[in-house]
């Protein structure tokens, strides 16, 4: 059974980091390609950045593109997100999602992932 949990929300000040974690099992994490993602209330989900299954190669959105990075560990079955400069608009339900691929890129397009965890809080206030 696949199985994705984020975790390291929390609230933070803006100008703050945070480092979010996906813990998987169920699955051979090193082919499957890793996504992040945000829902803030009342709007869309949105595409952050991911990462390819074993080569390094990540893609980001220009929203968040110098602030947040994406990782993996496949000797640890985990994926990273690390966010920093954070604003208040960066407040949302964070998402790691994941989608086979043996190609050495990935895409942020949401509807290729097909595996998805229950989110995590992210809350920027001062």
């Known amino acids: 059974q696949v199985q994705l949990v984020e975790s390291g929300g929390g609230s933070v000040q803006p100008g703050g980091s945070l480092r979010l974690s996906c813990t998987t099992s169920g699955f051979t994490f090193a082919v499957y390609a890793i996504g992040w993602f945000r829902q803030a209330p009342g709007k869309e989900r949105e595409e952050l950045l991911c990462i390819d299954s074993g080569h390094g190669n990540a893609v980001a959105a220009n929203s968040v593109a110098g602030r947040f990075t994406v990782s993996r560990d496949n000797g640890k079955n985990t994926a990273y997100l690390q966010m920093n400069s954070l604003k208040p608009e960066d407040t949302a339900v964070y998402y790691c999602?994941?989608?086979?691929?043996?190609?050495?890129?990935?895409?942020?397009?949401?509807?290729?992932?097909?595996?998805w965890g229950q989110g995590t809080q992210v809350t920027v206030s001062s």
């Open positions: 999602a994941l989608y086979y691929s043996s190609t050495f890129d990935c895409e942020l397009t949401r509807s290729r992932y097909g595996y």
